[in-house]
């Protein structure tokens, strides 16, 4: 199961969940595989290929409950049974409600023993954006910052290139590829124009790029507007913007193929980030990765709509009171009030190091 667990990591499959998949047969392995990206075939159809003949009789470990419907690929549990595989281990049950227990109920009822619950912290914390949209319909939302040891993630002249080293960066790379969207606030579009795309080797899909801008002051010549003009359909730009935004700035906007989309405004006049949050959950968007700024980072925790922290440090001091900061906003008045995270984890990437955690709101 540590094995599938490690191969389903390499998928980039928003809106499905990460699987991986590996055969045994004698305590060996006939065969293994994962699944790339949503629309190409499942972890056990690339397992059950490679181990051909061998499958039958073997003992096969998911990472999730097999799918039982017929969908984009037809169902898994056929697969699995017409292969003649012993037994089935899975790590955790899809809460989706076209799966949930229904995969297992499907494979036992063809005489396949069937086992749940191996490695489900890990398999379960793989996929937690999927089943955290299928738990509550909304995307799960991650904020990420990278800033030096003296909590700066600019100078105060506002350069920002670069705080940390190549591999945090790879990192954030490979942490866009697999969300749903990746979400920036237009003070950063104007500050550091951003491309906000995945940049690694083969990727198979982009996330949905998404700016948050209530006026539409991005400009119709930033370099994340030119990218969605070239190839509107693998690197799609949607800017959140109010029903206050200039229809001129917007028609601009839209002859360059970038999706405008208005919002209602909250108390301050500024994008409703419940309403993008609906709007993307509609979308099946089931996780967003909100790369700042600090505006927009205290907006996401001031609605409470957070789940979960991943800031990255490097070893370096900028100083400066008006440089800026990961949250900005007016922040909390007293230490009592200051959000503390759970379940924190420390990763090292050379020299910097990441920080990632959740928030819980009272509301389990
Ligand atoms: N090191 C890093 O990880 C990193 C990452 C990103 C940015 N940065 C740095 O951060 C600085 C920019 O940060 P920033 O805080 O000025 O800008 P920001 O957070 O990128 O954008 C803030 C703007 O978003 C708009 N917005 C719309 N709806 C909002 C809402 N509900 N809540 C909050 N904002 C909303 C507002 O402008 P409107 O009212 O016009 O809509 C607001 O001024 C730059 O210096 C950049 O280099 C660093």
């Given at each position: 199961m540590r094995q599938a667990l490690r191969l389903a990591r390499k998928g980039f499959t928003p809106p499905n969940p990460r699987v991986g998949c590996v055969l045994v047969r004698e305590g060996e392995v006939v065969g293994e595989g994962y699944c790339p990206a949503a629309g190409q075939p499942h972890a056990e159809v690339f397992a059950l290929r490679a181990a051909g003949e061998r499958a039958r009789g073997a003992i096969a470990y998911v990472t999730l409950e097999p799918h039982c419907f017929h969908g984009k690929t037809p169902p898994c549990t056929d697969a699995l049974i017409a292969a003649g595989v012993a037994r089935v281990v899975i790590a955790i049950l899809d809460n989706n409600p076209r799966v949930s227990g229904k995969g297992v109920a499907q494979l036992k009822a063809a005489g396949i023993e069937t086992v749940v619950g191996l490695r489900a912290t890990e398999a379960r914390r793989l996929n937690e954006d999927f089943l955290h949209f299928h738990e509550t319909g909304t995307p799960f939302i991650t904020l990420k910052a990278a800033m030096t040891l003296d909590g700066k993630t600019a100078t105060h002249t506002g350069e920002s290139y670069w705080i940390t080293g190549d591999s945090a960066r790879r990192h954030v790379h490979l942490m866009r590829a697999q969300s749903g969207a990746v979400v920036a606030g237009v003070g950063t579009v104007l500050k550091d124009a951003p491309m906000l795309t995945a940049r690694l080797?083969?990727?198979?899909r982009q996330p949905l790029r998404v700016i948050v801008d209530s006026h539409l002051r991005?400009?119709?010549?930033a370099k994340c507007v030119q990218l969605a003009e070239l190839a509107p359909e693998s690197v799609p730009l949607l800017i959140a913007t109010t029903e206050s935004a200039d229809p001129q700035r917007e028609a601009l906007l839209r002859e360059k193929r970038v999706e405008v989309a208005r919002l209602p405004a909250n108390a301050q006049g500024r994008v409703d980030l419940k309403a993008l949050v609906q709007l993307l959950a509609e979308r099946e968007t089931i996780s967003l990765f909100v790369e700042g700024g600090g505006e927009l980072h205290a907006g996401f925790l001031q609605a409470q709509l957070a789940h979960k922290v991943f800031f990255f440090i490097a070893p370096k001091l900028l100083g400066g009171a008006n440089a800026p900061t990961p949250i900005e906003g007016q922040g909390f008045a007293t230490m009592g009030e200051a959000l503390s995270l759970k379940d924190v984890k420390i990763h090292r990437f050379h020299q910097d190091i990441g920080v990632e955690g959740y928030l819980s709101w009272g509301d389990g």
């Open positions: 080797p083969n990727l198979p991005t400009p119709s010549t």
